[in-house]
């Protein structure tokens, strides 16, 4: 057990102070978000784009490049969602109607995360370059040898791709993307020495089925009041 807890922290020695406290922070504004999200306020995206903002950065540092650019997307994705939102407010300002999704969005989900998939795997071919400072002379480098690391940082990336931008649509079975993103990154975050990160994975998790029950019971007493 001693040996599990030396294992996870250890990367923490070599964290600078700012490090450890952006994760922290980026962690607690991740969480904050889920809990709006789940409560159908509409403050999940100024507390999405605060965390999204500082992943960007966490991520790269971490040469998970797949996380970097869903982060990146999060942020593009949270100020779209901001904009349905506030078009779709209900009479207290705050809350939004939600539904499931049609066969039709799932066709583009399917879609989208084939592209994405594709896309993050691109991403690390050309890794050489990236970790050299996007110097191009390292081309030749570049080889189509990938990670099972790599592999699993470009499914979750399609994952939570597909999360995002059902929750910007107010799709209940956004929630499903995320418990499965959520499951693959806890063990994830731990290899890479992210302990904090994975903590909030485990939170948002919680959260996350939390969210899936009372955006059901949102939609069910919104079709009786319709009725």
């Given at each position: 057990m001693n040996d599990f807890i030396d294992y996870i922290f250890a990367?923490?020695?070599?964290?600078?102070?700012?490090?450890?406290?952006?994760?922290?922070?980026?962690?607690?504004?991740?969480?904050?978000?889920?809990?709006y999200t789940y409560k159908r306020n509409i403050l999940v995206y100024p507390t999405t784009i605060i965390s999204t903002f500082?992943?960007?950065?966490l991520f790269f540092n971490w040469g998970l490049y797949g996380e970097t650019i869903?982060?990146?997307?999060?942020?593009?994705?949270?100020?779209?969602?901001w904009i349905l939102w506030q078009k779709n407010l209900e009479a207290d300002h705050k809350h939004v109607d939600v539904s499931w999704a049609s066969k039709k969005e799932y066709l583009y989900a399917t879609l989208l995360f084939a592209l994405s998939f594709i896309f993050i795997l691109t991403i690390?071919?050309?890794?050489?370059?990236?970790?050299n400072g996007f110097d191009f002379s390292f081309i030749n480098q570049c080889k189509l040898h990938y990670s099972k690391i790599d592999f699993v940082d470009a499914s979750t990336t399609a994952i939570f791709l597909i999360g995002m931008w059902m929750m910007a649509r107010r799709k209940i079975d956004n929630w499903y993307f995320w418990i499965i993103?959520?499951?693959?990154?806890?063990?994830?975050?731990?290899?890479?020495g992210a302990v904090i990160t994975s903590?909030?994975?485990?939170?948002?998790?919680?959260?996350s089925f939390i969210g899936l029950i009372d955006w059901i019971k949102s939609a069910k007493n919104s079709q009786k009041i319709v009725s």
């Open positions: 990367p923490y020695k070599t964290y600078s102070t700012l490090n450890i406290l952006l994760e922290i922070i980026a962690t607690l504004f991740g969480i904050i978000s889920v809990y500082i992943f960007i950065y869903i982060n990146i997307y999060y942020t593009s994705m949270a100020i779209y969602g690390y071919y050309f890794r050489p370059v990236i970790q993103g959520d499951l693959i990154m806890i063990p994830l975050m731990i290899y890479k903590v909030q994975y485990i939170v948002l998790l919680i959260l």
